[in-house]
């Protein structure tokens, strides 16, 4: 093997070892600085990637995150005992559904989709659970929060982008929407960027007021 090849090597067996040991999705920055100068993290992992492609555990693309996850088709073997000390309500279900599908969106945004009023206390759950985040602000009178989706999020649910979310009939059959929403309802494509044009970042310290008052 040649001096290059031999680099390239040690190369993919530190990313191995790095996302391996990660109990958490890696960002390539995250693994640059252990794989010395000019290393093309890009092309390493998914290079890792082909080579995982037909094992029992692969390595996945989490939004922009990477980590090792139980091959698909063979993860009913593995499946653990979840406690859940705050199972989701179906409003909470709701409101992720719609913050996914239409973010960037604002409490007031929701509840127009949802038809009936999102209480502070559901969002808060679902900031709590690291699949929603808090964006910025909208750029109109009272300043509203922006939310939107996680790197957790895609990674919970088997998601590599916003783009791989399913489709209206999956979400009605999965019950994560309910008959109360218009039956004429259009799913959007989610904006997955940074902020808008129509929005603003958050204060120094925001602690997430609706109306952004003091």
């Known amino acids: 093997m040649s001096e290059e090849g031999e680099v390239r090597e040690r190369q993919l067996r ?7 040991a990660s109990a958490q999705p890696l960002l390539p920055a995250d693994l640059r600085a252990y794989l010395g100068e000019g290393a093309d993290v890009g092309r390493l992992l998914v290079e890792l990637q082909a080579r995982y492609a037909p094992r029992g555990v692969n390595l996945v693309r989490r939004g922009e995150r990477w980590a090792f996850r139980t091959a698909e088709d063979l993860s009913f073997l593995l499946r653990r005992e979840q ?14 559904a719609i913050i996914a599908y239409h973010q960037p969106a604002t409490r007031a945004e929701i509840e127009e989709v949802r038809g009936v009023a999102t209480g502070k ?37 088997g998601l590599e982008a916003l783009s791989d979310l399913p489709g209206l009939d999956d979400l009605k059959g999965a019950g994560l929407l309910s008959g ?21 970042a ?13």
């Not at 530190?14 to 391996?20: G, K, R």
């Not at 406690?83 to 992720?96: D, G």
């Not at 218009?182 to 494509?189: A, H, T, W, Y």
């Open 83 to 96: 406690q859940e000390t705050r199972p989701l309500s179906r409003a909470a279900l709701e409101t992720l």
């Open 180 to 200: 109360r929403l218009p039956p004429d309802l259009q799913i959007p494509l989610p904006f997955a960027g940074g902020l808008r044009d129509d929005e603003e």
């Open 14 to 20: 530190v990313l191995e070892a790095l996302l391996f």
């Open 121 to 157: 206390g559901t969002i808060d759950l679902l900031l709590e659970t690291g699949w929603v985040r808090m964006r910025g602000r909208r750029r109109t009178p009272g300043r509203p929060v922006t939310y939107g989706t996680t790197d957790a999020f895609l990674d919970h649910f």
């Open 202 to 214: 958050l204060d120094p310290h925001d602690e997430g007021d609706e109306d952004g008052e003091a």
